[in-house]
């Protein structure tokens, strides 16, 4: 099959932008939430501390954070650094699940799912919970999780 450079060209742009929206925009389950991109360059003020894990394919864990009132934003960033194997992060808010979430749907497939989840009037408070789960996992897989 023979392909045209007009064809490829709109082929790849078609990928990149879709990889690159993928994770933005308001998700119907999320309780008015909208999820986007965090960015590579992205640093926080005051880094929460990470937690280092290890995961296997199909299995789960499950990580915590507090959010107090006020919060106008939520940064997320999984880290595993691995683009062979594959990970998913479902996001569980005190009003309303988000995701799953995988690696293309930060904007990069880089081995790291790296999103910030934010809402017009603030995030609701509370005790939000972070499903990780090793979908695609050679072996036994370190991550770092750190929500700020």
Known sequence: MKVSVTSLAILVCAIVLI??????G????SAGYTVSPAGSLHMPAIMSPMTVGTISQGETDWHTASVPS???SLTVDLNWGY??????????????????Y?????????GRIFITISRSGGIAPGTWRFKVYGMTVLGTQ???FTPY
Not at 26 to 29: G, I, L, Q, V
Not at 83 to 100: E, K
């Open 19 to 24: 990889s690159g929206v993928s994770a933005q």
């Open 26 to 29: 308001t998700d119907n389950r």
């Open 70 to 72: 006020g919060k106008s």
């Open 83 to 100: 683009v062979p194997d594959s990970l998913a992060l479902t996001v569980i808010a005190p009003d309303g699940t988000l995701g799953p």
């Open 102 to 110: 995988y690696d293309a749907d930060d904007g990069a497939t880089d």
């Open 142 to 144: 370190s991550y770092n």
